[in-house]
């Protein structure tokens, strides 16, 4: 049985769990179940954004041209964080907050100097005026264009 200590500690982690609560609720009394019952509405609010959110983000990494794996592997350690805070335990809790400020979990998106639509690029700032220092290129763009009839369009 070579795996033998890993099946061991899984079928112990829910006594650890309990063994650890009673410890907590003699230390701080009953306030132990309101930060049960608070950790198990973070957690359960942490699934449903994720479960909302990790289509955009894997989206915008194939979009910027990151690896899609990067993205997932993000979104799987803020779900499996917040299983883990729905799991009542203090020793779940400790790992769900090492997952969530683990690095690169709440990473912020980087510029990508090749596309000016980002809204992290900054915009040009505006000539103090039209005399000497203004900029050449206009403020506006003259164009032509054609109306096309309605039914045109269908």
Known sequence: MRFGWIVLLLLSFPVLEAIGIFWMA?????????WLLLDV????????TERVAWG????????????????LFASGRIL???????????????????????????????????????????SPQPSPSWGEGASATPKTID????????????
């Open 26 to 34: 003699d230390a701080i009394g009953g306030w132990v179940l309101p």
């Open 80 to 122: 499996l964080a917040g299983g883990l805070l729905v799991f009542p335990g203090f020793i779940s809790d400790a790992a769900a907050l090492l997952l969530l400020l683990a690095p690169g979990t709440w990473s912020r998106r980087k510029t990508d100097p090749l596309r000016p639509a980002n809204d992290d690029v900054p």
């Open 41 to 48: 509405i973070a957690g359960v609010m942490l699934i449903r």
């Open 56 to 71: 955009a983000r894997l989206l915008f990494s194939v979009q910027s041209g990151a690896h899609p794996l990067a993205a």
């Open 143 to 154: 164009g032509e264009f054609k109306r096309e009839p309605d039914d045109l369009l269908r």
